[in-house]
């Protein structure tokens, strides 16, 4: 592995305090060390700002860009990959964590199979950091077609080579934008591969867009009727698909944890 790549951390926040630090703590614990985090602060009214300031003093590594309104997640992380200066783009949101082995075993992954991009398994934790003994297995192979289908990439355990690919940004659309920017690299090389390793840790927030049914199917039809610009009929066609994909067939990534 090349130990020179330098990887940029993209961290988006809002809100944030009450995790923020753990999450900017697991990125300095991991053994790869040749990082910069640009955590985005989305306009917080709490004291997220602060908790970032303060972990900057002791870590020239982290940055901190601040949005002067709220403009939403996909905004403040096209900020940060704006500002990116590494050979690889990694994602990590205020509330997640990574596993200390996570760049270094990603990277050596993606330079043994010649990958642009790749993504690992994760496992779930509750939003006071319990496990719950579940993870969400990666797909070994990942085709432009099946991520169509619904977005089997874990935000916070996708990495892309932005030398080789130029870097790739989100639309500006509140949620669901990371679907997109994994759709908009998938459409480009075809397929990739993804790892079995649990690198990663998505916590399950109460009020989490995944919580709330009806508008993860609002914001799914417009990747598709935006983004994808597909058409009334054709938009209407893909959501039946993904209906039937994401409660019958990615379910089955969801598994019980192996200690």
């Known amino acids: 592995m090349n130990s020179e790549a330098l990887v940029s951390i993209i961290m988006p926040c809002y809100n944030s305090s ?11 614990q991991q053994t790869y060390k040749n990082w910069e985090l640009w955590v985005i602060d989305d306009f917080s009214k709490d004291h997220t700002k602060e908790r970032v300031e303060n972990l900057m003093i002791l870590d020239k590594r982290i940055n901190l860009l601040n949005n ?20 690889y783009i990694a994602f990590l949101d205020a509330d997640d ?10 990277l050596d992954f993606m330079q043994t199979h010649d990958l642009v991009v ?7 934790i509750s939003e006071n950091g319990e496990e719950t003994g579940e993870k969400v297995q990666a797909l070994a192979v990942l085709t432009y077609q099946k991520l169509l289908k619904s977005n089997y990439i874990g935000n916070l355990a996708g990495i892309y080579n932005a030398h080789k690919l ?17 759709l908009s690299i998938l459409k480009q090389i075809g397929e990739t591969k993804g790892m079995d390793e649990v690198l990663a ?9 995944s919580q709330n049914k009806l508008a993860l199917l609002n914001y799914n039809f417009l990747i598709y009727y935006r983004f994808l610009d597909q058409g009334l009929f054709r938009s209407l066609n893909s ?21």
């Not at 964590?97 to 990603?106: D, P, R, V, Y």
């Not at 840790?201 to 867009?209: A, E, G, T």
């Open 18 to 28: 009450a995790f923020i630090e753990e999450a900017i703590k697991s990125v300095q």
């Open 239 to 259: 959501m039946r698909i993904f209906l039937w994909e994401h409660f019958f067939i990615k379910k089955q990534q969801k598994m019980p944890l192996d200690h």
């Open 97 to 106: 964590l990574w596993h200390a082995n996570k760049l270094h075993l990603q």
């Open 68 to 87: 002067t309104s709220n403009l939403g997640t996909g905004a403040a992380r096209n900020k940060g990959i704006a500002a990116a200066n590494g050979t």
């Open 166 to 182: 130029g870097k790739v940004y989100a639309p500006l659309l509140r949620k669901r934008q990371d679907w997109a920017l994994w």
């Open 201 to 209: 840790s998505y916590r399950i927030r109460n009020d989490s867009i």
């Open 118 to 124: 790749t993504f690992s398994s994760y496992k779930l």
